[in-house]
RNA sequence: GUCCCCAUAGCUCAGCGGUAGAGCAGCGGAUUCUUAAUCCGCGGGUCGCAGGUUCGAAUCCUGCUGGGGACACCA
């Protein structure tokens, strides 16, 4: 062997040369297609020892001299092998299943009388219930033993074993060999017949006396597999999650809790709010001014009135013509558009409630906040103490209450009021602050400081209040301090969650504030339009007013601890593909 | 809108100039209490798209597309 090798040496060293002549040798320590070239014309060592064969398997001969076509066609191949991988192979088993009579979408309903999560709940205590149960559900795994098998069904509940026994099945044996073992594949949907018991391990299963097919899965699920040792992910790419949401729901349990989780926040604001007798209603989404917040529009276009419309930022000004109206306390569960970047706590299209409530103000409304919360948090966590990322919150009443400029005070060692516009830019600049979009207005400085160092610090329920008039359009004049408003935001794990205000009712305030917001959005500001037909509403006098808006997303997101908003939002705008 | 990172098998990832890899899922076989079933065998890819550099590109460069993160806007 070793003499072999020594005397293809010469050889070695002829290549070298070659190649050396072709290109520049002293980079690589590789063979290239004319070293082949040179061997392919020497074939054999002068010692006489073919070479060639043993080079033919090198990659660039095989590049080189492999003809493209060699390859099997993929029609050429057995069934079995041609799609193996691929949705095709449970294509083909959808026409063997029809070939035995078996329709793969069958028209019957499958009426059930019980659920994964039940049996597993209820099976122990009572035992005789359980005789005949029917549920359905996906194939979740099968554990194929030759005469019997064990295999998961995962419902809407959760997962349960079943078992499956040749001998005993009801069905004639080959449904148990073809259509069950063949013909049957993860993530298809099946109704299944049985009873339960509990197996040697321990584990409570149902013995499968009777299945159906209701429907036939064409693609390979990503299944999670996991043990304490080692987690074999499944889906984790968030994109792929969010674009086929149905099967980030199919795989994960945690995903569909995570949505049961948000509709019973839903459910329970909407309670409490009903118990109080106030009364849900709707309001426009598409709108020919917009107004209530700051922030940029969609617009649409409507054919047949020919006129541009936008569509909602907000739905403050409708409800308060309600109060208008008549009506003591209205809400709103409002999806409101916003035209604005998208990031881990902003999707274009979000969910507020908004609540109005007549003859009251904001102090009242914080104990409303309160009591609401803690109804909440505790119907849907079960305790008041809700655990977000490294934080434990404690929703439990009443919250810290800080005053805005007390606040930053605290937070910045004097009170900046009194500073010159110059002096704020320098204290940004000295405190690594970004600025804020020109044109620097005083007030502009200080609310980039409040945002950027104050409220991240709020990590546990707390109320500020008294905000600076200038950014509150639509609040009411604080009753003793004319430069602030009644208006307070709830801030949690440094977010704000909720804002509200003791409404602003004086028509001829409400339009001198309305029009110096217009000459900012004349100067190029984002600013409220001047909505004239809700001033004229608060001209036939709106009672006194407080107000609330409170973030669906954002609550969702503390009390189901995940970080970004598209965990809370079933279909999150993407770019399409 | 700006900057940084990512895109390889159905899924999760490794490879980062020299024949495209692993685990899970899949296919064939064995198996009547398994549970990440196990054991034996097998297949599976336009390496996001388009250019460029190179004898040779999944790998290096440029552009594009999509996503993630940060910033800006905003809630």
Same mark, same amino acid.
């Given at each position: 062997?070793?003499?072999?090798?020594?005397?293809?040496?010469?050889?070695?060293?002829?290549?070298?040369?070659?190649?050396?002549?072709?290109?520049?040798?002293?980079?690589?320590?590789?063979?290239?297609?004319?070293?082949?070239?040179?061997?392919?014309?020497?074939?054999?060592?002068?010692?006489?020892?073919?070479?060639?064969?043993?080079?033919?398997?090198?990659?660039?001969?095989?590049?080189?001299?492999?003809?493209?076509?060699?390859?099997?066609?993929?029609?050429?191949?057995?069934?079995?092998?041609?799609?193996?991988?691929?949705?095709?192979?449970?294509?083909?088993?959808?026409?063997?299943?029809?070939?035995?009579?078996?329709?793969?979408?069958?028209?019957?309903?499958?009426?059930?009388?019980?659920?994964?999560?039940?049996?597993?709940?209820?099976?122990?205590?009572?035992?005789?219930?359980?005789?005949?149960?029917?549920?359905?559900?996906?194939?979740?795994?099968?554990?194929?033993?030759?005469?019997?098998?064990?295999?998961?069904?995962?419902?809407?509940?959760?997962?349960?074993?079943?078992?499956?026994?040749?001998?005993?099945?009801?069905?004639?044996?080959?449904?148990?060999?073809?259509? %069950?073992? !063949?013909? /049957?594949?993860? $993530?298809?949907?099946? &109704? +299944?017949?049985? #009873?339960?018991?509990?197996?040697?391990?321990?584990?409570?299963?149902?013995?499968?006396?009777?299945?159906?097919?209701?429907?036939?899965?064409?693609?390979?699920?990503?299944?999670?597999?996991?043990?304490?040792?080692?987690?074999?992910?499944?889906?984790?790419?968030?994109?792929?999650?969010?674009?086929?949401?149905?099967?980030?729901?199919?795989?994960?349990?945690?995903?569909?809790?995570?949505?049961?989780?948000?509709?019973?926040?839903?459910?329970?604001?909407?309670?409490?709010?009903?118990?109080?007798?106030?009364?849900?209603?709707?309001?426009?989404?598409?709108?020919?001014?917009?107004?209530?917040?700051?922030?940029?529009?969609?617009?649409?276009?409507?054919?047949?009135?020919?006129?541009?419309?936008?569509?909602?930022?907000?739905?403050?000004? %409708?409800? !308060?013509? /309600?109060?208008? $109206?008549?009506?003591? &306390? +209205?809400?709103? #569960?409002?999806?409101?558009?916003?035209?604005?970047?998208?990031?881990?706590?902003?999707?274009?299209?979000?969910?507020?409630?908004?609540?109005?409530?007549?003859?009251?103000?904001?102090?009242?409304?914080?104990?409303?906040?309160?009591?609401?919360?803690?109804?909440?948090?505790?119907?849907?966590?079960?305790?008041?103490?809700?655990?977000?990322?490294?934080?434990?919150?404690?929703?439990?009443?009443?919250?810290?209450?800080?005053?805005?400029?007390?606040?930053?005070?605290?937070?910045?060692?004097?009170?900046?009021?009194?500073?010159?516009?110059?002096?704020?830019?320098?204290?940004?600049?000295?405190?690594?602050?970004?600025?804020?979009?020109?044109?620097?207005?005083?007030?502009?400085?200080?609310?980039?400081?409040?945002?950027?160092?104050?409220?991240?610090?709020?990590?546990?329920?707390?109320?500020?209040?008294?905000?600076?008039?200038?950014?509150?359009?639509?609040?009411?004049?604080?009753?003793?301090?004319?430069?602030?408003?009644?208006?307070?935001?709830?801030?949690?794990?440094?977010?704000?969650?909720?804002?509200?205000?003791?409404?602003?009712?004086?028509?001829?305030?409400?339009?001198?504030?309305?029009?110096?917001?217009?000459?900012?959005?004349?100067?190029?500001?984002?600013?409220?339009?001047?909505?004239?037909?809700?001033?004229?509403?608060?001209?036939?006098?709106?009672?006194?007013?407080?107000?609330?808006?409170?973030?669906?997303?954002?609550?969702?997101?503390?009390?189901?601890?995940?970080?970004?908003?598209?965990?809370?939002?079933?279909?999150?705008?993407?770019?399409?593909?």
């Amino acid at each position: 062997m070793l003499h072999e090798s020594l005397c293809h040496l010469p050889v070695i060293l002829l290549i070298l040369w070659v190649s050396g002549i072709f290109g520049d040798f002293s980079t690589r320590l590789h063979i290239l297609p004319q070293d082949i070239l040179v061997l392919y014309f020497l074939r054999k060592c002068p010692c006489g020892a073919p070479i060639l064969k043993e080079v033919a398997l090198l990659p660039p001969i095989n590049a080189y001299f492999k003809n493209n076509d060699s390859r099997p066609k993929l029609n050429e191949l057995p069934l079995c092998r041609r799609f193996a991988g691929m949705d095709e192979v449970r294509r083909a088993k959808l026409q063997e299943l029809r070939k035995l009579g078996i329709e793969p979408y069958p028209t019957e309903p499958f009426p059930t009388n019980t659920t994964a999560a039940e049996i597993l709940r209820s099976y122990p205590q009572k035992k005789s219930e359980f005789k005949s149960v029917r549920l359905a559900g996906r194939l979740w795994r099968k554990r194929l033993m030759g005469k019997a098998s064990f295999a998961v069904l995962r419902d809407e509940t959760g997962d349960i074993q079943l078992y499956f026994q040749r001998d005993t099945f009801a069905e004639k044996p080959e449904w148990y060999d073809v259509v %069950f073992k !063949k013909l /049957l594949d993860l $993530g298809d949907i099946i &109704g +299944v017949e049985g #009873f339960v018991f509990t197996t040697k391990t321990g584990e409570i299963t149902i013995h499968v006396e009777y299945f159906r097919l209701l429907a036939k899965c064409l693609h390979n699920l990503p299944i999670e597999k996991a043990t304490e040792e080692k987690t074999y992910a499944a889906l984790t790419n968030p994109e792929l999650r969010y674009r086929m949401r149905y099967l980030d729901l199919i795989v994960h349990l945690e995903v569909r809790e995570i949505f049961r989780q948000r509709t019973a926040i839903v459910q329970a604001i909407r309670d409490y709010f009903n118990e109080k007798g106030f009364l849900e209603v709707e309001t426009p989404i598409l709108q020919s001014v917009y107004g209530g917040a700051f922030a940029r529009p969609f617009t649409t276009y409507h054919n047949a009135l020919g006129m541009e419309l936008f569509l909602r930022i907000s739905n403050e000004l %409708f409800l !308060k013509r /309600l109060i208008v $109206g008549g009506f003591t &306390g +209205v809400y709103e #569960f409002s999806k409101d558009f916003r035209n604005e970047g998208i990031d881990r706590y902003h999707n274009p299209e979000f969910t507020q409630v908004e609540l109005y409530v007549a003859y009251q103000d904001y102090y009242w409304m914080m104990e409303e906040v309160e009591r609401l919360l803690e109804r909440v948090v505790r119907q849907v966590k079960g305790t008041l103490k809700v655990k977000y990322g490294e934080y434990e919150l404690d929703f439990t009443p009443p919250y810290r209450r800080v005053r805005y400029y007390e606040a930053l005070e605290e937070r910045m060692g004097r009170d900046v009021r009194n500073l010159s516009e110059e002096a704020l830019i320098e204290l940004l600049r000295e405190r690594e602050v970004p600025l804020p979009e020109p044109p620097y207005t005083k007030i502009n400085l200080i609310a980039q400081l409040f945002d950027k160092l104050v409220e991240p610090s709020f990590i546990q329920p707390t109320f500020v209040l008294d905000y600076p008039l200038e950014i509150s359009p639509l609040a009411k004049r604080h009753r003793q301090a004319p430069e602030l408003v009644e208006r307070f935001e709830l801030i949690v794990a440094g977010k704000e969650i909720a804002n509200a205000y003791s409404e602003l009712n004086d028509p001829l305030d409400q339009r001198a504030r309305l029009e110096r917001q217009a000459a900012l959005r004349a100067a190029g500001a984002e600013a409220m339009p001047l909505d004239e037909d809700f001033i004229r509403a608060l001209e036939y006098g709106l009672p006194p007013t407080a107000g609330l808006g409170l973030g669906i997303d954002r609550l969702a997101m503390i009390l189901c601890n995940v970080r970004s908003i598209q965990e809370v939002l079933l279909f999150p705008l993407l770019r399409p593909q």
